[in-house]
């Protein structure tokens, strides 16, 4: 089984650059635990690492990746550039996908597609199949 990698920043932390915060999605996505050995990657550089878990920390900053006596390793150009475009190719798909999500609750709780489509750039006709797939569930 391979080692899974994650993308770090040792810039966003609570205790130290040696242990650069974890989202919460990013645990929940690689189903991840404490005690758990991963490889984090920031820009030139990975290290291997133990995700860590401290309730003491403000909540978004309770998960880090504990780099101290951790491995390093370089990576290669090639690497760092295929990283670079996949970030790039990626971003526009989980932005929707957050507003998505962002809308279905909106609706769920009763909103009107008129004030949704003001503060979202997602289509009336997507909004609509939206609400229909909520109306949907809940006569199941």
């Not at 999605?25 to 189903?31: D, M, P, S, T, W």
């Not at 690497?79 to 989980?94: K, L, N, Q, T, V």
């Amino acid at each position: 089984m391979s080692i899974v990698k994650i993308s770090i920043d040792t810039n966003f932390h609570y205790y130290g650059s040696t242990r650069p915060t974890i989202s919460p999605f990013v645990i929940a996505q690689f189903n991840l635990h404490a005690g758990d050995v991963v490889i984090g990657f920031q820009d030139d550089q990975e290290w291997e690492g133990i995700i860590g878990f401290d309730p003491t920390y403000p909540e978004e900053m309770e998960w880090y990746l504990d780099l101290n006596c951790s491995k390093e390793y370089s990576v290669s150009k090639e690497r760092e550039e295929g990283r670079d475009e996949g970030r790039r190719a990626a971003y526009p798909i989980g932005e929707i996908s957050g507003e998505v999500a962002v809308v279905t609750e909106m609706l769920s709780d009763g909103m009107e597609i008129e004030k949704v489509i003001k503060y979202t750039r997602l289509s009336r006709t997507r909004l609509e199949n939206i609400q229909r797939r909520l109306s949907e569930s809940n006569e199941e």
